[in-house]
Nanobody, 124 residues
Framework: VQLVESGGGMVAPGGSLRLSCTAS????????MSWVRQAPGKGPEWVSV??????????YYRNSVKGRFSISRDDAKNTVFLQMSRLKPEDTARYYC????????????????RGQGTQVTVSS
């Protein structure tokens, strides 16, 4: 299993970024996919989950990002995306994608990254 995240960067508060994660080594379309983030000195946080086509690509978000972040996937390209808008300084973290559903910070704490993640820094 390989997951390669990209799209991070530095952006001013209120700005936008689009993260991508390209997967290989497993049947991507069969798995829920998640985004997890970890800020310096803090534990991992679950951010968002998108389910498979069998579940109508249902989407879930932690409360603090609802209305600002949007998760999507392209099964033909084995890629999951996280569109982030109206970014806040507290969104600063390294973002990782994960194979499968991560539904809570408790589960996120058990998460072991398979990729390098992509750094998002929100600062003026």
């Amino acid at each position: 299993v390989q997951l390669v995240e990209s799209g991070g960067g530095m952006v001013a508060p209120g700005g936008s970024l689009r993260l991508s994660c390209t997967a290989s080594g497993f049947r991507f379309s069969d798995y829920d996919m998640s985004w997890v983030r970890q800020a310096p000195g803090k534990g991992p946080e679950w951010v968002s989950v998108i389910k498979t086509d069998d579940h109508d690509y249902d989407k879930y978000y932690r409360n603090s990002v609802k209305g600002r972040f949007s998760i999507s996937r392209d099964d033909a390209k084995n890629t999951v995306f996280l569109q982030m808008s109206r970014l806040k300084p507290e969104d600063t973290a390294r973002y990782y994608c994960a194979m499968g559903g991560i539904w809570s910070d408790v589960e996120a704490a058990k998460f072991r990254a398979r990729g390098q993640g992509t750094q998002v820094t929100v600062s003026s």
